[in-house]
């Protein structure tokens, strides 16, 4: 089968030569990571094959100890044996430890630059169920990239990500907005050379995962059955209340995701207060702890919070209190605690319709 073989830390080619033969053909790297060069082949079982290291370039003194280190190939490292998923939402266990890159092959941006990359991309397809927008994810302890595309070929792809990670998560995303009927090809490649296992998922993006589409909650008391599976978060958006608070080691713990920057899985609600009166919303997820918190304002990066979340009101239950102004709009976010996604039930009530 196909194999790969790796050689870190030393300038230089990895090239194969069978037993009794000159070199065989094998994928060439490209030179896109200095310390880090593979080739491929397709290797015939019983077969004996040679291995040779050759330094990178003799000025750059290319010379020194390296670590070897070969493995299969994942069966979707081509774009052409992408793996097919179908439906509307599901999930898989991936990874692209081995993968190369092919010839042609376009390295996915970041943040508007090309990341650091060694090419370690598998390949996903999928036609789209419906006219919806649809987040793609690759969730794991290593950083990856995701990107949607269209077109036939590798080397004449389209690039047709509407949204994609702005920040350095280990719960990387991209979202498309997709034709029904329209056939998609879903790219997951290494970020800072970072290669190992993932979940991939994929699921409708709620209606209100943005702020400018949050559902309008109205009266004095109110509950709403919600989901927060699918989203995403925005550019400007502001941080979530386990981001603001920071993150305990026992959390870092349980998500194994990068301390620097907590995941964010929001959605929004927009209330006009009826009444002057101090009011609380709570939101109890089926499976996870939403966070919760309260904003006044018009525009995403001009939103002021108010009141106070309650961090403790259960491992399934997020809460925020505040006084409300009569005929003031608020911005109610409901997240998830360490990127966690779920169900969940949102309440709103007045301390006096308690009473009552």
Avoid: C
């Avoid at 790969?4 to 060439?28: I, W």
């Avoid at 290291?53 to 010379?63: A, I, K, P, T």
């Avoid at 059955?225 to 386990?242: F, H, I, R």
Wanted: proline letters at 5%; hydrophobic letters at 35%.
């Amino acid at each position: 089968g196909e194999q790969h073989l790796n050689g870190q830390q030393a300038m230089g080619f990895v090239r194969f030569r069978h037993s009794d033969s000159d070199f065989l053909e094998t994928k060439a790297p490209k030179p896109l990571f200095p310390d880090d060069r593979y080739a491929t082949l397709h290797a015939v079982a019983g077969t004996v094959y040679s291995v040779m290291v050759v330094d990178w370039d003799y000025f750059l003194n290319g010379m020194g100890p390296f670590t070897l280190n070969w493995m299969p190939t994942p069966k979707n490292d081509n774009f052409a044996k992408a793996i097919t998923i179908k439906g509307s939402s599901g999930h898989l266990d991936g990874t692209n430890l081995g993968a190369s890159v092919e010839k042609d092959e376009a390295i996915p941006k970041f943040d508007g630059t090309n990341p650091d990359s060694l090419g370690s991309s598998v390949w996903y397809q999928w036609t789209a169920p419906a006219n919806a927008s649809y987040r793609f994810g690759a969730d794991g302890k290593t950083h990856h990239i995701v990107a949607v595309t269209s077109g036939e070929s590798v080397d004449s792809l389209k690039d047709e990500t509407e949204i994609a990670s702005q920040r350095k998560t280990s719960k990387y995303f991209a979202t498309v907005n997709a034709v029904k009927g329209a056939k998609y090809n879903i790219l997951v490649e290494d970020y800072h050379a970072e290669q190992g296992a993932f979940d991939f998922n994929w699921d409708p993006r709620p209606v209100n995962d943005d702020f400018g589409n949050a559902i309008l909650l109205v009266g004095k008391v109110m509950t709403v059955e919600g989901t927060n599976v699918g989203s995403t978060d925005e550019t400007d958006e502001p941080a979530p209340a386990q981001e603001s608070a920071g993150t305990t080691d026992a959390q870092k713990k349980e998500d194994d995701a990068p301390a620097e920057v907590p995941a964010r899985r929001s959605v929004w609600y927009r209330w006009i207060a009826p009444y002057s009166d101090p009011t609380s919303f709570t939101a109890v997820g089926d499976k996870f702890k939403p966070y919760l918190k309260a904003y006044r304002g018009t525009a995403l990066n001009a939103l002021t919070p108010v009141g106070m979340e309650d961090s403790a009101a259960g491992e399934t239950m997020g809460r925020v209190s505040f006084n409300a102004a009569a005929g003031t709009s608020y911005y109610i976010l409901v997240d998830g605690a360490h990127g966690k996604t779920g169900r969940f039930s949102l309440s709103g009530v007045s301390s006096v319709s308690a009473a009552k």
